[in-house]
């Protein structure tokens, strides 16, 4: 629960604290170790009950946490305004050069002692309450004690009504003040190792001990410590507690996140639903404009509608596409607007009347062929607001709504609408379906489970999947009684998801509940959730795993359970995007929200309701909230106004200005702006001394502020497809940066004289350097000897000094090298004397290789190799089908100048995915027996003279796609008519694409291809 994880970081700021020399009052040390032990057994109580709602539902967590998770926030807000209070001044101190004066008075000591016992206490007693009404309340009974008025004013204002009491306090107390003896202080082997100092100097006093941390204390077995709340990746299954034989066995079961792409799409049961799906969208009837896809909730409605809407030829088929999500509480014109932002771009039509807004829809779907979705529609009345909006113009458009009541569909009158009723699996189907989920083998489970899990789930294929992740995770000997004591009533899947939701460790579930930030259906980029999760204190890492090994396995284990969905896979087989279930927004999520983890905001009020602690912004929050009193706890902005056009967005600014204004900081600790429109930052954006996370991803911000390179937290700066050329030099001299995200940023060597010894030493990620003729210093480079991931451009003459230092990356994951020359042309790689790192799985060579890729010595541990503009003479298909993990294999523009390339037997034994793009020579391709048996994806583009050889034909057992752009029609034309391609979707694009650069001009076509690759697309405009 996100209050285990909330009293932990209190834990571990209050450690901090303690160890710091600049704190000497002992009364506040005294009270600093009272309330440690005070979180601890806080901690452990709130483990022991979440232990006696997964089993019997006599604690009422929700309202444990609801009550507790405010007060632990003010806690947290205490003490770290007092740090950051004391930081400031400490700068002050120094620009006045007042080194004499103490930083810290004794007087603010005593002042923020007093104000933290009473929330401690506070906070103790409302945790003690709730747990005494909780045991008298009658079992499975939700009702919790409600939140007395003094409390509901306490999380509403967050302030203390303790400021008499210290204003009486202080004057008597100063006077009383003795040294601290060492007996106060906790002992080494009780601390908690802080997971990171809010500020550099200040609480500086370094880490402790590893026997200190959260996760090592709980093998003490003393009573005051705190049950372990990390989930590392070698404790896949663990809740808490040291790991036993059943448990180990467990894990050995687990899959890896990797095989959930050999997967097919559970449908079972259902695949002729989906076939008649498909069938209804794509057959040119004049009749079924409007299709409707009806069923209970976790019948598989959205998955159903989503498999056939991504089909490639479903992509080719309607140039025009729109997924759009309908709330309970709809408005007909929000939802056009959001249609329409999905197939042109908006410049006015937000401000349109709603009459008017539908004929501009009209206008822009005229003569197009589109197919626009409505999910999860739950009004009757909605098909009669948006209908104007749409003509049938027998072109073969379709408009598809989902919608779990049949009574929706019916009421709509349209003589041409076409309804599919899902139906409800089979017990045979059920089985089956379980049987995938849980990865046992079926003679190991008792039979009775079979009939068991048909009742309870009554064939609904969400239930059915969360059960079979749930139960996944336990001995299948327990099976039988967790579901004889489940009950899952008339909503299967509702109530399937609460017992998950309620079985995940402690660690997780604030995890889970992050997701609902996201709005409905959005899809999330794992990288982006990583590094939010990161930031947002949700992680606990240990000495020997880095939070960026946690989050993963944090990920990997949410997956597995069946409570997160894999959107999009990225061609190695790793996740790329991701999203949460929809069921979970309206039985999960909202218990987040009424316990103030997070705040939606989604529509124009007033004032806040409280003292928000994240927010997601839907709708503008600036200018809409005149007092800041609810602003000045905020730690995490994202914003989803995406909005299209040519005006700035000022609402960021405006925000950070109001919640600065009054203490002269904020506690603003992520500040995520991914796709919003230009937004405006100013210098005040230094004023956020705890920021870790600065996402500005697709911005299209031509600068950032000076005051960014001075935020002493700054863990990860994303400017990736930005207009930045330059960042600050103090970036550059940044000690906590983990992650640097550039768009070919230019090093200015000139300057890293001037940089501390200590700078970018904890760099992990540094992607989109640009290096001229003058390589870095060599000192510089060896401080980032940590980099898992690097992408460097370089001019090929400070290239032949960078090679040496890339050999000794020894922790180096991903690779992406550029050589330029001085008019940033694609120039020579010259590779031959460099070693590769063993830990290499991914790698992107753009420039001209040895004629013999065998040179290379390329790691037995790549997975995926992308070659551009390479030159090859010699076919490197040979040595490339000897890399026994590589699974991925893209040749792009001119990486092989040879007219012959042969792919021979046993060859490339893991490989999936093969493109082959402009390989203008290339006249004969063969592919020899017991070649590429597992290939799924091959995309040949602009390999204008090949022709197809009979060995071909040795794929389709195995492929899933064929795509060929712009090829030849004699190809094309064999291909489509030939039996062995007849199982195999074959998709044919004719595209527009600028001219190829004479050989030895410019490289602005392979940038371009590079962008659609990761963008992940492949249109680049039709004829």
């Given at each position: 629960?996100?209050?285990?994880?909330?009293?932990?970081?209190?834990?571990?700021?209050?450690?901090?604290?303690?160890?710091?020399?600049?704190v000497t009052s002992s009364r506040l040390k005294s009270q600093i170790s009272c309330s440690i032990e005070k979180l601890r057994q806080c901690c452990k109580l709130l483990t022991v009950a979440e232990g006696k709602q997964s089993s019997n539902q006599i604690i009422n967590i929700d309202g444990l946490e609801t009550n507790l998770l405010p007060q632990a926030y003010i806690v947290e807000d205490i003490i770290d305004t007092f740090v950051l209070g004391a930081e400031l001044k400490r700068r002050q101190m120094l620009t006045k050069l007042h080194s004499c004066v103490p930083l810290v008075s004794l007087l603010s000591q005593i002042r923020f002692s007093i104000e933290m016992k009473k929330s401690i206490n506070d906070m103790e007693g409302l945790f003690h309450k709730q747990e005494q009404a909780s045991e008298t309340v009658h079992e499975g009974d939700s009702a919790g004690p409600s939140i007395s008025d003094e409390q509901k004013s306490a999380h509403t204002t967050g302030k203390s009504n303790s400021n008499e009491q210290i204003a009486q306090a202080v004057e008597s107390r100063v006077s009383d003040e003795q040294p601290v003896s060492t007996g106060t202080s906790i002992s080494d082997e009780q601390q908690v190792h802080p997971s990171g100092e809010p500020v550099s100097h200040f609480i500086g006093a370094g880490p402790t001990d590893s026997a200190g941390s959260v996760d090592q204390r709980v093998s003490d077995g003393q009573s005051t410590q705190t049950p372990r709340s990390s989930f590392s990746g070698k404790e896949q299954a663990q809740t808490v507690g040291p790991i036993t034989s059943e448990e180990e066995h467990l894990q050995q079961r687990q899959a890896k996140i990797s095989d959930h792409l050999d997967e097919e799409l559970d449908f079972v049961g259902l695949k002729d639903e989906v076939n008649k799906l498909f069938q209804a969208t794509v057959k040119r009837q004049t009749l079924r404009f409007l299709i409707s896809v009806v069923g209970a909730a976790g019948a598989g409605k959205t998955t159903i509608v989503r498999t056939v809407y991504n089909r490639a030829d479903i992509v080719q088929h309607f140039p025009y596409r729109a997924w759009v999500h309908v709330s309970k509480e709809f408005a007909a014109k929000d939802l056009l607007i959001d249609m329409l932002k999905q197939v042109t771009t908006i410049k006015d039509e937000e401000r349109l009347p709603l009459e008017k807004l539908q004929e501009r829809v009209r206008e822009v779907l005229i003569r197009k062929r589109y197919l626009i979705v409505f999910d999860d529609v739950q009004a009757f009345d909605i098909w009669d607001h948006l209908k104007n909006a749409f003509t049938n113009s027998l072109n073969g458009s379709r408009v598809l709504l989902t919608a779990r009541n049949k009574e929706i569909t019916d009421k709509i009158d349209d003589a041409g609408k076409f309804t599919l009723e899902l139906r409800q699996l089979t017990i045979d189907e059920s089985w089956t379906l379980f049987l995938k989920r849980v990865r046992t083998d079926e003679s190991s489970i008792d039979p009775e489970l079979r009939n068991q899990i048909f009742k309870k789930c009554k064939g609904l294929p969400l239930a059915i999947v969360v059960l079979g992740g749930l139960l996944s995770n336990k001995e299948s000997s327990s099976w039988s009684k967790v579901i004889e004591r489940a009950d899952f009533g008339d909503d299967p899947s509702k109530a399937v998801l609460a017992l998950a939701y309620q079985d995940l460790p402690p660690a997780l579930k604030p995890c889970l509940l992050y997701l609902g930030l996201f709005p409905k259906e959005y899809v999330i980029p794992i990288r982006r959730l990583f590094q939010l999760w990161d930031a947002e204190g949700l992680v606990k890492s240990s000495t020997e795993e880095s939070p960026e090994d946690v989050v993963e396995a944090y990920f990997e284990e949410l997956l597995r359970r069946n409570m997160i969905e894999v959107a999009r896979w990225r061609l190695d087989g790793s996740p790329k995007t991701c999203r949460a279930p929809g069921i979970l927004y309206d039985n999960v999520f909202p218990n987040a929200a009424d316990s103030r983890f997070f705040y939606i905001n989604r529509t124009s009020i007033a004032e806040l309701p409280y003292r928000v602690r994240r927010v997601a912004e839907y709708s503008d929050i600036s200018n809409q909230v005149s007092s800041s009193d609810n602003l000045e706890s905020l730690r995490s902005y994202i914003s989803f106004k995406t909005r299209k056009g040519d005006t700035p967005a000022d609402e960021v600014d405006k925000l950070l200005n109001k919640i600065i204004i009054r203490k002269g900081f904020a506690l603003l600790s992520v500040l995520d702006l991914e796709h919003v429109y230009k937004p405006i930052l100013s210098e005040a954006i230094g004023k956020l001394p705890l920021l870790k996370y600065l996402g500005l991803r697709w911005t299209f911000l031509d600068s950032i502020p000076n005051s960014v390179g001075g935020l002493p937290c700054l863990e990860t700066l994303d400017v990736k497809h930005t207009n930045i050329t330059c960042l600050p030099m103090s970036i550059w001299n940044s000690k906590k940066l983990r992650h640097l995200y550039m768009n070919e940023i230019y090093l200015d060597v000139s300057i890293q004289k001037q940089l501390a010894s200590e700078s970018l030493g904890n760099l992990l990620t540094l992607w989109g350097l640009l290096i001229g003729k003058k390589k870095p210093r060599e000192d510089w480079l060896n401080r980032l000897i940590g980099l898992r991931k690097l992408a460097l451009t370089c001019h090929f003459e400070s290239l032949k000094e960078i090679i040496p230092w890339i050999s000794k990356l020894m922790n180096l994951h991903s690779l992406k090298l550029?050589?330029?020359?001085?008019?940033?042309?694609?120039?020579?790689?010259?590779?031959?004397?460099?070693?590769?790192?063993?830990?290499?799985?991914?790698?992107?060579?753009?420039?001209?290789?040895?004629?013999?890729?065998?040179?290379?010595?390329?790691?037995q541990t790549l997975k995926m190799l992308t070659l551009s503009v390479s030159k090859l003479e010699k076919d490197p298909m040979s040595e490339l089908g000897k890399l026994p993990n590589l699974s991925i294999l893209r040749l792009f523009a001119r990486s092989y100048l040879g007219k012959e390339m042969i792919c021979e037997g046993k060859g490339f034994p893991e490989l999936r995915v093969l493109k082959l793009w402009t390989l203008e020579e290339l006249e004969q391709w063969t592919v020899q027996e017991g070649s590429m048996p597992r290939l799924r994806e091959l995309e040949i583009r602009r390999c204008e003279k090949l022709k197809e050889t009979g060995g071909w034909k040795r794929l389709t057992k195995t492929l899933k796609e064929l795509i060929l752009t712009n090829m030849p029609d004699a190809l094309v034309k064999g291909i489509k008519q030939s039996k062995e391609w007849a199982n195999v979707p074959?998709?044919?694009?004719?595209?527009?694409?600028?001219?190829?650069?004479?050989?030895?001009?410019?490289?602005?076509?392979?940038?371009?291809?590079?962008?659609?690759?990761?963008?992940?697309?492949?249109?680049?405009?039709?004829?």
């Open positions: 629960m996100a209050a285990v994880i909330t009293v932990s970081s209190l834990i571990d700021k209050l450690q901090a604290l303690l160890n710091n020399k600049e550029r050589s330029i020359d001085e008019f940033s042309r694609p120039s020579s790689l010259e590779l031959e004397a460099m070693s590769m790192p063993h830990k290499l799985s991914e790698l992107y060579l753009l420039g001209k290789l040895s004629p013999d890729i065998g040179v290379l010595r390329l790691p074959v998709i044919v694009n004719i595209w527009d694409f600028a001219p190829l650069p004479a050989r030895e001009n410019g490289a602005n076509s392979f940038r371009i291809e590079e962008i659609v690759e990761e963008l992940g697309t492949t249109h680049l405009g039709s004829t």
